[in-house]
């Protein structure tokens, strides 16, 4: 029998942990693959410091006894390590389905190796909609507007705000380019961050399919 997708979570989750080394500065992600990731990192019992991207993260993190520590006090990390929604043969990512792309972002750009843990459903042919969006809460209703007429359609997410105060939201419409798009939402104000990661960000994704690990 293939095994579940929360199998296929749990060994793309561990094929990422053999990854980490004494000593590393880690960026641990969100999300149900990597729910899997902490306790495969734990369990090894490895000198490492590590900033979470959320406090979901945060956490859980802390209750297996890893040390999560302020971002402010690691500038670079080595490697960090996060899940996806989708991605696309060129390695475009869409992130942001637990509404934690932005800190995720910020998190990923630090790192010298950013890895992509996958189940088998990620991998798409081509990006689509919903693309997830932070946006600022001042201007909320004119960034919408703003949006709206020059973009596409964008729906608020009924999920609370972002640890930093963001407002939620996915970009419905088309997605014919995703570098173009990308460019284009990034330079609208009151937009804070968007869920599309490009594949220059990307170092390795692990996906798992059925009992056999691929690496992209
Ligand atoms: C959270 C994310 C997650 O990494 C992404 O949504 C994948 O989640 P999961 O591992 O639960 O499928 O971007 O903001």
């Not at 302020?70 to 989708?86: C, N, P, S, V």
């Amino acid at each position: 029998m293939d095994p579940s997708p929360e199998t296929e979570k749990q060994l793309a989750a561990v094929a990422a942990a053999e990854l980490v080394e004494d000593g590393m500065e880690v960026g641990l992600g969100t999300g149900s693959t990597v729910v899997h990731l902490l306790p495969a990192i734990a369990e090894r019992g490895l000198e490492i410091r590590c900033v979470a991207t959320s406090v979901a993260t945060e956490n859980q993190a802390r209750d297996l006894g890893m040390p999560i520590e302020d971002f402010d006090e690691l500038k670079r990390l080595d490697i960090a390590i996060d899940g996806t929604d989708q991605v696309s043969p060129e390695r475009w990512l869409v992130k942001g389905g637990g509404a934690a792309h932005t800190r995720e972002k910020i998190v990923a750009a630090a790192a010298d190796r950013f890895i992509v843990i996958a189940d088998s459903s990620k991998p798409v042919d081509r990006i689509v909609a919903p693309i997830p969006l932070e946006l600022h809460a001042f201007g909320l209703e004119s960034t919408l507007e703003r949006l709206r007429s020059e973009l596409g359609e964008v729906e608020l997410r009924r999920v609370p705000r972002s640890p930093d105060n963001g407002v939620i939201a996915d970009y419905l419409g088309e997605v014919a380019d995703p570098a173009e798009l990308a460019v284009r939402l990034s330079a609208t104000p009151g937009v804070v961050d968007h869920g599309l990661f490009p594949p220059a960000m990307v170092a390795e994704v692990i996906i798992a399919r059925g009992a056999e690990i691929e690496r992209l």
